[in-house]
């Protein structure tokens, strides 16, 4: 059985061969650890790295321009971004429309040719459709995907967290008009992967806090779960598969989310509770589990790492599917438990 295919049987629940699992290292993490020492753990772990080959020379690792330390960045829609923490997206210092005395003279980048993030003229869709089609041949999983953020918080990078949040409260016109515009730029993005034939279109958008979600629930009910309704039209009549992803806790959101139609919610573990996900999304949904990273993978012994990873496929994994893993490894973690994750995830890939 190809990726691909084990892939879609989780997604399914048509009984996949393995837990597929993405493990990937934040950029940061190439100037806070030796690299050789990353070297040596992707290596022993052929299982998560099947296509690792260790560089012949210094390593460059992938640095966005909203991810460059001390060097702020303005992205395609206007807003300052800056990081302290070279690899690490920051946040936005610069809030474009955080008056609306701007909004009459406003305009939107071009989804033609740009995500958002890089100015307008960098995007190739013909190198992405081209990227696209070689996956097919290569019979693997292909995805297209939004930018992160590409709703809610894209309204809070033009406007400001609170600005928005008292925006809705008072059902301002001029948010709705705003929203319409993020709306049309998304859609556009959506329309040209779905053009493409991809498998899956993700729609990457953190909505919690550590405690609850960014919003009410009736707040997103009335502003953001609609237009959500709308940019995932195109790709679940074309047949996608559809990916949600939230940081944070979304507990009093998942209903309104799967409600949706997704097919796999990426939520992150200890924050919303492991039980808890087992209680209320297994079987329902496919459940792509964010192992945690701020308090046992962190914190904890190299044993208490290799419980958590077992629990978690214990209690949410099944010979149907329904379990996909996802792992983002920031600085700060101890070798000794970036080695226990991976022995464990390696480990139990296979028990379904």
């Known amino acids: 059985m190809n990726e691909r295919e084990n892939t879609l049987r989780t997604i399914r629940f048509e009984g996949p061969q393995w837990i597929p699992v993405q493990f990937d290292f934040n950029g940061s993490c190439w100037h806070h650890y030796d690299e050789q020492d990353l070297f040596d753990l992707m290596e022993q772990h052929r299982r998560l790295f099947p296509n690792f ?23 395609a829609w206007g807003s300052v971004w800056e990081t302290t923490d070279q690899g690490v997206t920051g946040a936005v210092t ?8 701007q909004f009459a003279q406003y305009l939107p980048p071009d989804p033609a040719t740009t995500k958002g993030g ?13 990227h696209v089609r070689i996956q097919k041949e290569q019979q693997r999983f292909t995805a297209g995907t939004l930018p992160h953020g590409h709703t809610f918080l894209r309204l809070t990078y033009l406007r400001g967290y609170e600005n928005v949040i008292l925006d809705m409260a008072d059902d301002d016109s001029r948010l709705r ?6 709306e049309s730029f998304n859609l556009y993005l ?18 919690g806090m550590q405690q609850g979600p960014m919003l009410s629930p009736d707040q997103f009910r009335t502003y953001i779960k609609p237009s959500f309704e709308r940019i995932m039209k195109p790709a679940r009549d074309a047949g996608c598969l559809l990916h949600m992803h939230s940081d944070g806790d979304v507990r009093e959101l998942t209903d309104d989310l799967l409600a949706l139609g997704i097919n796999t919610l990426n939520i992150q573990d200890l924050v919303n509770g492991v039980d808890w996900v087992r209680d209320n999304l297994k079987g329902r949904v496919c459940i792509d589990l964010d192992i945690d990273r701020q308090n046992i993978v962190r914190f904890g012994t190299a044993q208490d790492v290799k419980d958590l990873v077992r629990e978690e496929v214990e209690k949410l994994s099944s010979p149907a599917g329904g379990l996909m893993m996802h792992v983002d490894i920031y ?5 000794e438990n970036l080695r226990a994750l991976m022995d464990a995830l390696e480990e139990h890939m296979t028990n379904k």
């Open 177 to 182: 008009e705003l929203l319409g515009m993020v």
């Open 94 to 101: 610069e809030h474009p429309l955080e008056q609306w005395d």
């Open 118 to 130: 890089l100015p307008e003229g960098s995007l190739d869709w013909e190198e992405i459709a081209r």
């Open 331 to 335: 600085p700060g973690i101890p070798l």
């Open 190 to 207: 959506v329309r040209r992967y779905v053009n493409m034939g991809v498998d899956q279109m993700g729609y990457p958008e953190d909505l």
């Open 53 to 75: 080959k260790r560089p012949e020379g210094p390593s460059e690792p992938h640095i966005a321009p909203w991810q460059l330390e001390h060097k702020p960045y303005r992205d």
